[in-house]
């Protein structure tokens, strides 16, 4: 008896990239929950196709140690005595 192979075929994706890539230049704000019921996926599958096509999104351009507030009455400043 021999273990014959079953023909390969490509698998079929519920999300189309090129239209995920045309839903991010027209909604480049949306959160992935907005897109999921878009395409009628769950998110983890948007959250899935992104990171596959390298799409990231940050929402604050600048790091947040630069932009934290100092404590009130505190100097940072070295003072000698």
Known sequence: MAIESKASTTRQRKIDKSELIKDVEQYPDAYQKERAERFGVSQKAIWQALKKLGLTYKKN?????????????????????
């Open 61 to 81: 351009s600048t790091s947040s140690e630069s932009r934290r507030k100092r404590p009130a009455g505190i100097s940072t400043k070295k003072t000698t005595v």
